[in-house]
């Protein structure tokens, strides 16, 4: 499976559509496009997850390491959109205690 990412530049921040499944061959893709946005400081990154099918501890791996990125710079991470089961992958995770998710967009920006 493919994976799809799509970045837009917003008066919030950088809004990162992802879309497909985000595993050990599609996160480093993942990676490779995103954390070079958390350069600099004050950023703020709203990811939305609607289109994600699958995430396993990979791609948590790649958020963990953006979250950490924009944290040390004083950057913002929302993770917004996701499904009941990657809700649940975060709750089980326990990175729901420090990342900003949600299960519905802000804003309709769809």
Known sequence: MNITINKHQN???ILVQVGGEIDAFTAPKL????LPLAEG????IIV???DVSYLDSTGLGVFVGLFK???QNDGE??????????VRLFEITGLSNIMDISAHSEGGGR
Not at 41 to 44: I, L, N, P, R
């Open 11 to 13: 008066d919030e921040g």
């Open 31 to 34: 990676r490779e496009e995103i």
């Open 41 to 44: 400081e004050h950023k703020s």
């Open 48 to 50: 939305n997850l609607k």
């Open 69 to 71: 990125q924009l944290k």
């Open 77 to 86: 991470l929302r993770l917004i959109e996701l499904s009941d089961r990657l």
